[in-house]
């Protein structure tokens, strides 16, 4: 596609819920990257994939945390037992360059709130 | 990483060129400098990059010091749609870098009729 989507836009969990998070990344790119983005931040990196290999999970807050790409183009980050401190904006980005050198592109991001 | 400074907020008219300065003093050498903007509720964007040279696209100019320790992004004719946070964040290429981007506070510019 043209850019990133990403889906759903907006989601609402009851604390303790599991959510899903989709990323379609723009096609043919290898690398695909998640941030965090809290209100008033700037975006936190979880997690990176080079096709379905996931290179880099550092950025992961715990094991509640679970990002996969099990065919190298969607994405889905999934979250186990929301809690209300993951109320926060998830960025999906993607690259045509392995470890997203010369820029990549981001996504409009999921806006998930949890009450 | 090297860690980078930058001014907390910016005015700007509309029409006239719009700098945002960076400080990246233990900026390494082989390290790139990378803009990033981010409009209200829409994701960061990628605006250029520079490695030791002045760069410049269809968006920015980028200058880069000649010792690397601070660059300064120029947008020439900022317009109002230019308001948004820029984030300058440094980071390495190459086979040992994840692809992490670091990202501070920024700046966040406002560009006034």
């Known amino acids: 596609g043209a850019g990133v989507s990403q889906s759903p836009r907006y989601k609402v969990a009851k604390r303790g819920q599991d959510v899903a998070l989709r990323c379609d990344p723009i096609?043919?790119?290898?690398?695909l990257f998640w941030y965090q983005q809290a209100l008033g931040q700037g975006p936190e990196f979880l997690t990176y994939?080079?096709?379905?290999?996931?290179?880099?999970k550092s950025g992961l807050p715990s094991d509640r945390f679970f990002a996969e790409r099990p065919e190298g183009s969607v994405s889905t980050l999934k979250i186990q037992r929301t809690q209300q401190e993951d109320s926060a904006v998830y960025l999906c980005?993607?690259?045509?360059?392995?470890?997203?050198?010369?820029?990549?592109?981001f996504g409009s991001g999921t806006r998930l709130t949890v009450v | 990483d090297a860690k980078t400074t930058q001014p907390t907020s910016m005015d700007c008219a509309e029409g006239r060129a719009a700098n945002l300065p960076c400080n990246h003093s233990?900026?390494?050498?082989?390290?790139?400098v990378y803009w990033y903007r981010q409009i209200h509720s829409q994701g960061p964007q990628y605006i250029i990059h520079?490695?030791?040279n002045n760069e410049t696209n269809e968006m920015a100019s980028l200058i880069i010091t000649e010792d690397r320790k601070s660059s300064t992004l120029i947008l020439p004719h900022a317009t109002l749609r230019d308001t948004a946070v820029y984030y300058c964040?440094?980071?390495?290429?190459?086979?040992?870098?994840?692809?992490?981007?670091?990202f501070g506070q920024g700046t966040t510019l406002q560009v006034k009729p």
């Open positions: 980005a993607s690259s045509r360059n392995p470890g997203g050198d010369y820029g990549y592109t």
């Open positions: 096609s043919g790119h290898v690398s």
């Open positions: 994939f080079q096709n379905e290999a996931q290179l880099d």
């Open positions: 233990t900026i390494s050498g082989n390290e790139y």
């Open positions: 520079g490695l030791k």
């Open positions: 964040i440094v980071r390495g290429h190459g086979s040992s870098n994840t692809g992490k981007l670091i």
